[in-house]
Nanobody, 127 residues
Framework: QVQLVESGGGLVQTGGSLRLSCAASGRTFSSYSMSWFRQYLGREREFVASISWYGVNTNYADSVKGRFTISRDNAKNTVYLQMNSLKPEDTAVYYC????????????????????WGQGTQVTVSS
């Protein structure tokens, strides 16, 4: 059974930093791409960043480019999202996600392409 468990969210002031983690279990982590999405109350879930199975390819939403960095440690079965220069508009519940098939890295911003989701972790940026 595949499980994704996020951690690292919290309350931070504008300009601050947080690092989110997503620990995966239940399959060979290094065979699957991983992504982060976020959702603010009443809004659609939106793409944040993605990384291919060995970390060679990454993609970012325009709104976070230059501020957020996605990375992964396949030895620890964990993907990270380093968030710097946080803004109030970054406030949301952050989810990690992964597709059901291995070695897939396309349409990374499309939520329907993902079969597994974590429970989410809240990030709140105060102004």
């Amino acid at each position: 059974q595949v499980q994704l468990v996020e951690s690292g969210g919290g309350l931070v002031q504008t300009g601050g930093s947080l690092r989110l983690s997503c620990a995966a279990s239940g399959r060979t982590f290094s065979s699957y791409s991983m992504s982060w999405f976020r959702q603010y109350l009443g809004r659609e879930r939106e793409f944040v960043a993605s990384i291919s199975w060995y970390g060679v390819n990454t993609n970012y939403a325009d709104s976070v480019k230059g501020r957020f960095t996605i990375s992964r440690d396949n030895a620890k079965n964990t993907v990270y999202l380093q968030m710097n220069s946080l803004k109030p508009e970054d406030t949301a519940v952050y989810y990690c996600a992964s597709p059901g098939r291995p070695y897939v890295y396309d349409y990374v911003a499309v939520t329907s392409k993902y079969d597994y989701w974590g429970q989410g972790t809240q990030v709140t940026v105060s102004s």
